[in-house]
């Protein structure tokens, strides 16, 4: 269902929950905790606001966040929009050589940081990603943490625009740059 901006700020908390609780895979904790800062003069306020509400989590609660995620390319149930993301860079069509690969670089990430691998796939190609999984893997976990929150944002973002109707959608949210450790203090990495 698309919505507008102002029929967003007009739902009482049930409603926002229902609108955007999966905004944030399986996490309906950000949209309830958003819905407590409307109105929302633009999209990107909306955005930044349900942002805000993630970087007030403790870690455990980030980390919680970034596992409700599915691996990629995985065979799993997982919330629709995630099926409509993979799918749109053809990650429900892996060849058996692909999707061992993707697999395989899965269960690495996942060994090494206790997470899965987030990545925002409609910036990505299948390529792209396997190349992010190779440099990622040589990063630290409190930097692979913020780089999944991140990584996160962008999904939010994507699915905040395809669910609220702007004229002037795409110029309404800006990309989050480097913008948290993995404790939640606020820092620049870019």
């Known amino acids: 269902m698309i919505y507008s901006l102002s029929e967003i700020n007009r739902m009482d908390r049930p409603q926002f929950i229902q609108a955007l609780g999966e905004i944030f895979e399986h996490t309906p904790t950000v949209a309830s905790q958003g819905w407590e800062r409307q109105p929302f003069n633009s999209i990107e306020e909306l955005h930044q606001q349900m942002i805000a509400v993630v970087m007030s ?34 990650l429900d069509r892996l060849s058996s050589i692909e999707y061992t ?24 190609t299948k390529q ?40 002037s959608a795409e110029a309404d949210v800006v990309p989050m740059a480097g913008f948290a450790n993995a404790n939640g203090d606020a820092t620049r990495t870019s």
């Not at 980030?62 to 099926?83: I, N, Q, T």
């Not at 976990?141 to 973002?157: C, F, K, N, P």
């Not at 625009?161 to 004229?167: T, V």
Request: proline content about 4%; hydrophobic content about 45%; cysteine-free.
């Open 57 to 90: 989590f403790d870690r455990e609660q980030k980390l919680a966040l970034v596992r409700a995620h599915p691996d990629l390319g995985s065979r799993v149930k997982m919330a629709p929009a995630s099926v409509q993301e993979q799918a749109g860079v053809g």
């Open 101 to 124: 690969q993707f697999q395989h670089l899965n269960q690495a990430y996942q060994t090494k940081f206790d997470f899965p691998f987030i990545v925002a796939v409609k910036n990505h």
């Open 128 to 167: 792209s990603i396997l190349a992010a999984f190779d440099r990622r893997l040589q990063n630290s976990v409190d930097g692979e943490l913020a780089t999944a929150i991140e990584e996160i944002s962008q999904i939010a973002r994507f699915r905040l625009l395809a669910i609220i109707d702007s004229p």
